[in-house]
C-alpha cells in the first residue's frame, strides 16, 4: 500500500510557521490582514470563504470583508479593488471567481495591486511563477502541492515529473514550479498521444484534469508520487479526485488522497501568502 501524502499533516506544519511570522509582525504592531472581495452569493464561494475566515482567525490574521450585490456595476467593482489597493490595513486581496457574466473580469483583476495578489492571479503573480522570482504570489494549489513534495522530503531533483492538465491556474504554474525544483517536466492534456505511457515513465505525477478518476491503474507504475489536484463529485455525490484512487494506491509508492490531500493544504497556502505580504512591506 501507498503512503498517504495527508493535507492536514502539511497544513499543520504551515500553520505553525504562519503563526510564529504573525508574532514577529504583531511585536511591531501590525496587524496581517486578508481583504475578501465578494459579488453575489454563490454557495462555492461562500463555503470557501467560510473556510478561509476560520483558517486566518485561528492563525491570528484579520479578515475585512468587501461585500457586493450580485448586479453590482463594472465601475463600483473597479471602485472597490481601487478601495482595496489604497487601503494600508489590507496585506492581501482574494477576489472570488467567476464573477458575474456582465463584468469585465480581466479589467477586474488588472486593477488589482499584484504586491497584494495572494490569490496569483494578475499577470504579475504570473511573470514571477515562470521567471522563477519572489514578484507577486503564485496561485496556491500548485503551490499547496510543491509544499506537500517537502513536507515529505520527496527531492525533485533530475527527478521526470509529469503534469496532467495544462491551465493557468494549476497545470501550468505546477510545471513551471517543478522546473524550479530541478525536475525534468512534461504537461500532458486532451491532444496528448498515449498518456498511459507518457504518465507511467514519470517519478512524480501531479494530475489536475478535472476529470473523476481519469488517472487509473493502466498509467502508472510501481515507485511514483502521485498528487491528485482534482475535486470531483462521483455518482453516489462523494467528492473524489482525477485519480482512480482505488486501483492506484495498490501500486505506487506514495499518494494524495482526496479529500485531505490538495484541499487541505490551500487555506494555509493562502492565509501564508497574507503575512508574507505583510512581511515584505514591513520587516
Ligand atoms: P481546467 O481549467 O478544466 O483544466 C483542465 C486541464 O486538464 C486542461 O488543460 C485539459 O486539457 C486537461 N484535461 C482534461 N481532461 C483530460 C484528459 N482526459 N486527459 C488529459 N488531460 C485532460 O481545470 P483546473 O482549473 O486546472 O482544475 C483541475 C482540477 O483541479 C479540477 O478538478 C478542479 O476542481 C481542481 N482544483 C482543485 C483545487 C484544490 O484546492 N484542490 C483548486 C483548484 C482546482 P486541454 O487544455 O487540452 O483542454
Given amino acids: 500500500m501507498a503512503e498517504r501524502l495527508l493535507g492536514k499533516e502539511v497544513a499543520a506544519a504551515l500553520n505553525e510557521k504562519i503563526k510564529g511570522q504573525v508574532a514577529q509582525l504583531k511585536e511591531k504592531g501590525i496587524n496581517p490582514t486578508l481583504g475578501i472581495v465578494r459579488v453575489g452569493e454563490r454557495p462555492d464561494d461562500?463555503?470557501?470563504e467560510k473556510g478561509a475566515?476560520?483558517?486566518?482567525?485561528?492563525?491570528g490574521v484579520a479578515v475585512k470583508k468587501f461585500l457586493l450585490p450580485a448586479d453590482v456595476t463594472q465601475e463600483?467593482?473597479?471602485?472597490?479593488?481601487?478601495q482595496v489597493n489604497e487601503d494600508d490595513e489590507v496585506n492581501g486581496c482574494l477576489i472570488f471567481r467567476p464573477l458575474p457574466k456582465h463584468l469585465d473580469e480581466g479589467a477586474v483583476i488588472k486593477a488589482l495591486d499584484p504586491a497584494k495578489d495572494v490569490d496569483g492571479i494578475t499577470d504579475g503573480s504570473m511573470v514571477g511563477?515562470?521567471?522563477?522570482?519572489?514578484?507577486?504570489?503564485?496561485?496556491?494549489?500548485?503551490?499547496?502541492?510543491?509544499?506537500?513534495?517537502?513536507?515529505?522530503?520527496?527531492?525533485c531533483t533530475g527527478k521526470k515529473a509529469v503534469v496532467v492538465g495544462r491551465s493557468l491556474v494549476v497545470g501550468k504554474p505546477a510545471a513551471m514550479m517543478l522546473i524550479k525544483k530541478n525536475a525534468t517536466v512534461t504537461i500532458c492534456h486532451t491532444k496528448t498521444v498515449d498518456m498511459p505511457s507518457v504518465v507511467k515513465e514519470a517519478d512524480i505525477v501531479i494530475v489536475a484534469a478535472g476529470r473523476a478518476g481519469v488517472v487509473d491503474d493502466t498509467y502508472v507504475s510501481e515507485g511514483q508520487v502521485v498528487i491528485d489536484v482534482g475535486i470531483n463529485m462521483n455518482a453516489e455525490g462523494k467528492l473524489c479526485g482525477d485519480v482512480a484512487f482505488d486501483k492506484v494506491e495498490p501500486i505506487v509508492?506514495?499518494?494524495?488522497?482526496?479529500?485531505?490531500?490538495?484541499?487541505?493544504?490551500?487555506?494555509?497556502v493562502l492565509v501564508g501568502h497574507v503575512v508574507e505580504a505583510a512581511m515584505r512591506k514591513y520587516m
Fill in 76 to 82: 463600483e467593482l473597479m471602485a472597490t479593488i481601487k
Fill in 53 to 59: 475566515t476560520k483558517r486566518c482567525e485561528t492563525l
Fill in 253 to 268: 509508492k506514495a499518494i494524495t488522497p482526496v479529500p485531505g490531500g490538495v484541499g487541505a493544504v490551500t487555506t494555509s
Fill in 46 to 48: 461562500l463555503s470557501y
Fill in 129 to 155: 511563477v515562470f521567471a522563477g522570482k519572489a514578484q507577486g504570489f503564485p496561485p496556491c494549489t500548485p503551490q499547496a502541492c510543491m509544499e506537500i513534495l517537502d513536507h515529505y522530503g520527496i527531492d
